[in-house]
């Protein structure tokens, strides 16, 4: 479904991205994994168009969409869940998902979304008309990927969706992720918890300061000593 070959992405002089090349399978999980700084960020921002890269190519379902605006990006099976949830606070929770929708014009299927993303996240039914500024870290997170999956994605980005949640609340948001695989959208996860990301990944890629230095299935890169000793405390 999503291939990267050979990308290079610049900020100034700062060389953040050095050829890197991954592929995302249609119906899979693939995470990214790599401390702060590694350039996991850059690299989703680059594939959704928000960044442009110095050189290298990103294909989507064949078709070479390097060049192509975020916004084209997003008409043809792309949504993104940045880092920090970027929701509208001062707008109601209903308004942030419609907003997800506005490339759409097919009314009855919105109608059906707005169904989906309440069944995935109970909460934002009872918070619709909730101000999103007002919910808690946890139920914000749900409304960021709820309004990304208003726009009926093929393939979901997600940029650190455990980030400052408590403990119960990461398991509620990795079950989520899993449901919303198994309903048929493929996902490429960027994740610092690197245990709850590869356990629920087909296949990971490590980054190091730019650059790729390991890559396997989920359940390889559980037992990879290199692995264990950097990102699971082992």
Known sequence: MLEINNLNVHFGVIHAVKGISLKVEDGGIVTLLGANGAGKTTTLRTI???????SGQILLNGEDITRASAIKRVEMGISHVPEGRRVF?????????????????????????????????????????????????????????????????????????????APLLVQEIFDIIKNINKAGTTILLVEQNARMALQVADYAYVMETGSIVLSGTGSELMQSDEVKKAYLGG
Do not use: C, W
């Not at 959704?48 to 110095?54: A, D, F, N, R, Y």
């Not at 707008?91 to 014009?105: F, I, P």
């Open 48 to 54: 959704s168009g928000l960044k442009k890269p110095t």
């Open 89 to 165: 606070s001062s707008m109601t929770v209903q308004e942030n998902l419609e907003l997800g929708a506005y490339l759409r014009k097919d009314k009855a299927g919105i109608a059906q979304d707005f169904e989906m993303v309440f069944n995935h996240f109970p909460i934002l039914k009872a918070r619709r008309k909730q101000a999103a500024g007002t919910l808690s870290g946890g139920e914000q997170q749900m409304l960021a990927i709820g309004r990304a999956l208003m726009s009926r994605p093929k393939i979901l980005f997600l940029d650190e969706p455990s980030m400052g949640l």
